[in-house]
């Protein structure tokens, strides 16, 4: 299966500052099949970006993803308080569908 | 509005069986394909298994496989997910979700969860 190791585990920011968030597979996602989703405490997660750039309905213009292969990001171009939670990406183009184990976003 | 809120989690001892169910409103469950992804204490997702829109075709992570069986009732627009043979590593908060239209395996609703706890 396709593993997803994400980097950093955790990340210090302050608000207003940029963040960047790796997401490496053990193999190539050929079809760029991977989404990113957003947890934060007590809840479930929260599609984010999906087709590595593509946002999903109501998600604000700050958040951004790119990469191709085995080499992923998401970027939240400017932290506003309520973007402080955690990360994970998923493939869905390699059978079966995996997570990476998330970065944690928090306020430095 | 989309909603899905599941029920049935609950502390069953090793080797036992428990019925998860998900109540979906807003959509009917015919049209989308639907998934179920666990989520160890304090761990990440995982995902467990998925039954799609159209002909009920269903997938297992290997974890699941022989032991957990996806279904769906239309009719009551409801995903359940019986799982036998329950193990420690069971375990977690399972999560259903929405397949976004397509046959992509996008989740673009959640349920909270309900917990599952595995011990004697």
């Known amino acids: 299966e396709v593993v997803l190791t994400q980097s950093p585990g955790t990340l210090s920011l302050s608000p207003g500052e940029r963040a960047t968030l790796s997401c490496r597979a053990s193999?190539?996602?050929?079809?760029?099949?991977l989404a990113w989703y957003q947890q934060k405490p007590g809840q479930a997660p929260r599609l984010l970006i999906y087709?590595?750039?593509s946002r999903a309905t109501g998600i604000p213009d700050r958040f951004s993803g790119s990469g191709s292969g085995t080499d992923f990001t998401l970027t939240i171009g400017r932290l506003e308080p309520e973007d402080f939670a955690v990360y994970y990406c998923?493939?869905?183009?390699?059978?079966?569908?995996?997570f990476g184990q998330g970065t944690t976003l928090e306020i430095k | 509005e989309v909603q899905l809120v599941e029920s049935g989690g609950g502390l069953v001892q090793p080797g036992g069986s428990l019925r998860l169910s998900c109540a979906a409103s807003?959509?009917?469950?015919?049209?989308?394909?639907m998934t179920w992804v666990r989520q160890a204490p304090g761990k990440g997702l995982e995902w467990v298994s998925t039954?799609?829109?159209?002909?009920?075709?269903?997938w297992y992570a290997g974890s699941a496989k022989g032991r957990f069986t996806i279904s769906r009732d239309i009719s009551k627009n409801t995903l359940s997910l019986q799982m036998d043979s329950l193990r420690a590593e069971d375990a977690a908060i399972y999560y259903c979700?929405?397949?976004?239209?397509?046959?992509?395996?996008?989740?673009?609703?959640w349920g909270q969860g309900t917990l599952v706890t595995v011990s004697s």
């Open positions: 979700a929405r397949r976004r239209a397509g046959r992509l395996s996008i989740y673009d609703h």
């Open positions: 087709g590595v750039s």
């Open positions: 807003g959509f009917s469950l015919g049209d989308y394909g």
């Open positions: 039954i799609s829109d159209s002909d009920d075709t269903t």
């Open positions: 998923q493939q869905y183009d390699v059978a079966p569908q995996t």
């Open positions: 193999q190539s996602v050929p079809r760029s099949f």
